[in-house]
């Protein structure tokens, strides 16, 4: 590791990297020396040096810090690939809903990317939040925005070796500004680009479809479904969800039911902030009125009769990351409990964030739940990233467990919410789920080093 705070007060002018003793006699002896050092982007030549006290860390002159503009209130990792010393990882956190300022730079949202860059500090990476008005093309670098005990500020700072998208939304992934810098930065970069996109839900429902591993999870499903279609469904199951393809946090969806001595159509649904529950005399009446403008951009998935408590139907979100190793592990588990009158378990339709033990204890469950689900994701996020475009490296999973033990995928998002953190107990989740993309981000520089070409898995 490189400590940057030893930092001698001589050679103020030239570029010098002070390696451990024990390396540069080793350099010495195989004739070969590193000729460059590279921190993000930037790659500059150098002059290579024993450690002036003989010991076994490496230093750099205060020139060669300037000209890198090599953060020097922490820690950073060295690796030697043939003729160059890197320094890094540098990690983009790309997003957007800048606010100009240096209170709150990203809104809302500010507190949760603080957390970010504070964990990926304390692993020893370079990381800092940017959008695309950020970008210097001509000088190949970033007006960036980090995070330090002393609050927000900008930093000019070199291109990243890894992307982490954060994007807030599907309608800022689609601008044009957005794709074209996402293209030009993979065109002209060399670097690694994960969590690139939102998950469309019938694009992943087909993936798990084609699995055997992992297809009995999938609740009954149909992408654009014709009224007969969910009259069908709710023949079987008396109880449909209809769901936007594209849509997150629960909005859009509506329930549907139909109770076998009751001739009327239920439905199910949130508008202005409210919890709804309209009654129908024909289901060709409900779908015109929820649905005015068709059902293309939807899908109808059956209810599943879920665990309960207090009558309130319970499902789960679990969180997968992948780690250091570039393996999945599960990172973050709750249950949720839904609203009065919700369609949904979501917080914001008034749902409640309950920990695994608070269902242990409550309903007496046995703590085979935990592996059961654990299980579950495990290799849906193994199967995803086989199939999905790009480098996927978190997940967050929406699933349910029936009165007969059955564990059910209801949804897939790439960029999950953080609601469930609200709670108390859960907090070791945060901290965990905020690690874990900068130990994959070492694990992608690594690779980047080692191959010197992007990798898709």
Same mark, same amino acid.
């Given at each position: 590791m490189l400590n940057p705070q030893s930092i001698p007060n001589i050679d103020a002018n030239e570029a010098i990297v002070y390696t451990p003793f024990s390396l540069f006699?080793?350099?010495?002896? %195989?004739?070969?020396?590193?000729?460059?050092?590279?921190?993000?982007?930037?790659?500059?030549?150098?002059?290579?040096q024993p450690n002036p006290d003989r010991e076994e860390h490496y230093m750099v002159s205060t020139a060669l810090c300037k000209k890198l503009?090599?953060?020097?209130?922490?820690?950073?990792?060295?690796?030697?690939?043939?003729?160059?010393?890197?320094?890094?990882?540098?990690?983009?956190?790309?997003?957007?809903?800048?606010t100009g300022g240096t209170y709150k730079p990203i809104g809302e949202?500010?507190?949760?990317?603080?957390?970010?860059?504070?964990?990926?500090?304390?692993?020893? #990476?370079? @990381?800092?939040?940017?959008?695309?008005?950020?970008?210097?093309?001509?000088?190949?670098?970033?007006? @960036?925005?980090?995070?330090d005990q002393s609050g927000w500020r900008q930093n000019t700072l070199p291109f990243p070796n890894v992307v982490y998208d954060r994007l807030p939304n599907r309608r800022i992934e689609g601008l044009p500004a957005t794709h074209d810098t996402k293209t030009r930065l993979e065109k002209e970069m060399n670097l690694l680009w994960?969590?690139?996109?939102?998950?469309?839900?019938?694009?992943?429902?087909?993936?798990?479809?084609? %699995?055997?591993? #992992?297809q009995h999870y999938l609740p009954e499903t149909v992408n654009a479904p014709t009224q007969g279609q969910i009259?069908?469904?709710?023949?079987?199951?008396? %109880?449909?969800?209809?769901?936007?393809?594209?849509?997150?946090?629960?909005?859009?969806?509506?329930?549907?039911?139909?109770?076998?001595?009751?001739?009327?159509?239920?439905?199910?649904?949130?508008?202005?902030?409210q919890n709804r529950l309209r009654r129908y005399s024909s289901l060709k009446r409900l779908l015109r009125q929820q649905f005015s403008k068709g059902l293309e951009g939807y899908m109808a998935q059956r209810g599943i009769n879920l665990l309960s408590w207090n009558g309130k139907p319970i499902d789960f979100r679990v969180h997968t990351n992948r780690n250091r190793y570039g393996a999945w592990e599960v990172?973050?588990? @709750?249950?949720?409990? @839904?609203?009065?009158?919700?369609?949904?378990?979501?917080?914001?339709?008034?749902?409640?964030i309950l920990t695994l033990q608070d269902i242990i204890n409550e309903l007496g469950k046995s703590k085979s739940i935990t592996q059961d689900i654990k299980r579950a994701v495990l290799l849906l996020s193994e199967t995803l990233t086989e199939n999905m475009a790009g480098?996927?490296?978190?997940?967050?999973?929406?699933?349910?467990?029936?009165?007969?033990?059955?564990?059910?995928?209801?949804?897939?998002?790439?960029?999950?919410g953080?609601?469930?953190?609200?709670?108390? %107990?859960?907090? #070791?989740?945060?901290?965990?789920?905020?690690?874990?993309?900068?130990?994959?981000?070492?694990?992608?520089?690594?690779?980047?080093?080692?191959?010197? #070409?992007?990798i898709k898995k």
């Open positions: 006699q080793q350099w010495v002896k %195989n004739r070969s020396f590193p000729v460059k050092v590279m921190y993000g982007q930037r790659q500059l030549p150098v002059t290579f503009n090599l953060l020097k209130d922490q820690k950073h990792h060295i690796y030697e690939s043939n003729d160059i010393l890197h320094i890094g990882p540098v990690v983009g956190i790309f997003t957007a809903g800048f949202r500010s507190s949760l990317f603080a957390k970010l860059l504070s964990e990926a500090k304390q692993l020893g #990476v370079t @990381a800092y939040v940017f959008g695309t008005h950020h970008i210097n093309w001509e000088e190949k670098q970033i007006n @960036a925005y980090i995070y994960f969590n690139p996109g939102f998950f469309d839900k019938w694009s992943v429902h087909e993936i798990m479809a084609n %699995n055997k591993q #992992v009259e069908e469904l709710l023949y079987r199951y008396r %109880n449909v969800y209809i769901k936007p393809t594209n849509g997150s946090l629960g909005i859009g969806i509506q329930q549907i039911l139909k109770r076998r001595k009751d001739q009327s159509y239920y439905c199910k649904f949130r508008t202005n902030g990172s973050a588990l @709750a249950a949720k409990l @839904a609203g009065t009158g919700s369609v949904t378990t979501h917080v914001t339709s008034g749902g409640k480098i996927v490296g978190e997940i967050g999973f929406d699933l349910g467990i029936d009165t007969s033990g059955s564990v059910w995928l209801f949804e897939a998002n790439a960029k999950p953080r609601g469930i953190f609200s709670h108390p %107990n859960l907090s #070791v989740y945060d901290k965990k789920t905020s690690a874990l993309p900068f130990e994959f981000s070492i694990y992608l520089y690594e690779q980047l080093i080692q191959r010197q #070409v992007a």
